[in-house]
């Protein structure tokens, strides 16, 4: 059974930095894409930052180019985001997701999301 757990969210003032763990079970993450997505309150759920089974560059969405970042870390079979220079507007539920082995990029698997508020 495929398991995605999300930790490090919180709340932080604007201008701070959150680090954001998605550890996997069930499934190695040197075979999948992982995303990170975001639903802010009435707001639909966007993509914000993706890392391919390829190796190759991930996406970021313009709103969070420069300030996160997404790396892997094969040995513990987790996937981090590294939020710098925060912004009211990155408060949301942050979840991460991937997709099945070699698999196309259709995100099936989802961890139950982790809280960030960014005060101003």
């Known amino acids: 059974q495929v398991q995605l757990v999300e930790s490090g969210g919180g709340l932080v003032q604007a201008g701070g930095s959150l680090r954001l763990s998605c550890t996997a079970s069930g499934l190695s993450i040197s075979s999948v894409t992982v995303g990170w997505f975001r639903q802010a309150p009435a707001k639909d759920r966007e993509l914000v930052a993706s890392?391919?089974?390829?190796?190759?560059?991930?996406f970021y969405a313009d709103s969070v180019k420069g300030r996160f970042t997404i790396s892997r870390d094969s040995v513990n079979n987790t996937v981090y985001l590294v939020m710098n220079s925060l912004k009211p507007d990155d408060t949301g539920v942050y979840y991460c997701?991937?997709?099945?082995?070699?698999?196309?990029?259709?995100?099936?698997?989802w961890g139950q999301g982790t809280q960030i508020t960014v005060s101003s």
């Open positions: 890392s391919g089974w390829t190796g190759t560059n991930g």
């Open positions: 997701a991937a997709t099945r082995p070699y698999g196309m990029l259709e995100y099936v698997f």
